[in-house]
């Protein structure tokens, strides 16, 4: 049976101060008039059965979720009791699903994305699965890189496999380039970003985990025996204890030899930050704008207003977003720097209520 397990755990930090740690990224509604989570189930319902959709996430979000997602079962909320990274909280859902189903075939996907050509993307997944299935491996989904890109991983293509969407071994995983690595990549050829999206057979996984994660595997497997037992949660929170979080790409797709990556062609963006933003938004004078806003005499400017106008007059390379609480004000090339900035607001007490 096929599962989709949609990651929403995280904080979109390099959002701020749209994305907050009450309301992260994953339930903004920027694109359409619906969340980027609510966008990712309805795009899965035609290859997986709303029954069969899980969501993981920390107890935060979870009445959140269930508010957003009111035909998803409660059940099939998985709340993690702290944040150990992907490789953990998708090692804890793999456990949980083989333990309903020892045949269990796993799509990962980020709650945070948009994605186009929908339909493409459906081939691509059913594509996955049956990889998964046949070749018992590890599948990520890898998308054409269309500039030098600094803020994704990439991944290099090897031998190409049967498929009737290009699919290849993967020959390495490559974290966050700097930006002159980035463009060797583009001329390459040869590279696609790491779309963070995967397939596997949950069994299979957790075999690879038990390869290269030990420790992590062995606290997931006492659990498992305790998997809807009165004894589940006290495991849980025991066994989280002891667990070292790494990502899923460190700890286990960069070491594993089971590797395989799809060369999607959908349209795809995790709009991870406000440069991504701007792709999507109205260009207004040479900026781009949404909700109220009027520029003159400036350019290249990013502008995310709300209830007041914002005027940009003789300004360029800027960021300005309108939270309501809080204005930001910044340099358009610090954009990847926002988590760094949340990180030193964090540690001036008196500004928590912003965060």
Sequence with gaps: MIYALILAGGKGTRLYPLSREKSPKQFLKVINEKSFLRNTVDRITPIVNKENIYVVT??????????????????????????????????LSAVKLVKKDKDAVMLV???????????????????AVQIAERRRGLITIGVNPTRPETGYGYIQMGNRINGDIPTFKVARFTEKPNLEVAKDFLLDGNYLWNSGMFAWRADVFLREMERYLPKMYRSLMEIYKDVGTDKEE??????????????????????????????????????????????????????????????????????????????G??????????AGDVLLVMDKNKDQEIKHLVNVIQEQKDYDKYL
């Design 234 to 311: 006290n495991t849980t929170n025991e066994q989280y204890n002891l667990i070292e979080g790494i990502s899923v790409d460190f700890g286990i797709m960069q070491k594993t030899r089971k590797a395989y990556v799809i060369k999607s062609e959908f349209e795809w963006d995790d709009i991870g930050s406000f440069s991504a933003m701007c792709r999507f938004l109205n260009s207004h004078r040479g900026n781009s704008i949404a909700g109220n806003a009027f520029m003159e005499q400036s350019e290249n400017c990013f502008v995310f207003g709300k209830e007041k106008l914002i005027i």
């Design 58 to 91: 920390n107890k935060d979000y979870i009445d959140k979720i269930k508010e957003e997602l009111p035909d998803i079962n409660s059940e099939n909320i998985f709340a993690e009791p702290a944040n150990k990274e992907t490789a953990t909280c998708i090692g």
């Design 109 to 127: 996907l980020p709650s945070d994305h948009f994605i186009q050509q929908e339909k493409l993307f459906i081939d691509t997944l059913n594509q």
């Design 313 to 322: 007059f003789g300004v360029k390379d800027l960021i300005i977003v309108d």
